[in-house]
Structures are given as C-alpha cells and as structure tokens.
C-alpha cells in the first residue's frame, strides 16, 4: 500500500500518519498539491494507471471529507461517494485520473 504524506512542511515533521493510501502495483501517484483558485480548495492528487488494468482504485482518504473527479484542469467532474474512508476512482488501462479532496 502507497501512502503520500501531508504535503505541508509541519505535518511531515510532526506526524506519521499517511494522508492517502492506494495500491502501488497498479498506480502511481503523480501529483499531490494545493487545488488551483481561490473557491476550489482542497488538494489535487493526480494518478496514473500502470498495471493495464480497467476498473475502479481503491483509495483510502483518512482524514478528508469529500472528493471528486476532477479532469486534469482541476474542474469537478462528479462528487464521489467516501465509504469507510474509501473511494474508488475508475480508471482506463494506463489512463489518468484526478481527485480534489476536502477535509
């Protein structure tokens, strides 16, 4: 299991607690940063498919809230619906994918 840290300088020093999980045999995280523009907000964790595999990702958000589908420009595409702190994200074979993710 993948886990990506808070991306914020105070949360890597004080805490071990991973902010994101996935599957790194099938994914790979891309991007991991503030969400563009003043009345999005949230972070933007991009990922990319590298197991040619279709079908959904499970990815485990402890700590967020809320998330959605994002394209690659940071618009909302659909809100996803968190169950036990996981969502799951469909994605193409070696196809991209995008959420934004509010505490």
């Known amino acids: ?5 808070h991306p914020r300088q105070d949360h890597l020093i004080s805490s071990t607690k991973p902010l994101i999980h996935f599957d790194p045999a ?3 995280a891309t991007c991991l940063k503030p969400a563009d523009g003043d009345a999005s907000g949230g972070l933007i964790v991009r990922f990319w498919e590298i ?7 499970a990815v485990s958000l402890p700590g967020f ?3 959605f589908e994002t394209d690659l420009l940071e618009r909302d595409l ?3 619906r968190i169950e036990q702190r ?5 994605l193409r074979p070696r196809g991209l994918g995008a959420l934004r993710l509010l505490p």
């Open 65 to 67: 809230r809320r998330a």
């Open 78 to 80: 659909k809100e996803l």
């Open 1 to 5: 299991m993948a886990q990506l840290p």
């Open 86 to 90: 996981t969502v799951a994200v469909d």
């Open 26 to 28: 099938r994914v790979i």
């Open 51 to 57: 197991a040619g595999e279709p079908g959904p990702l």
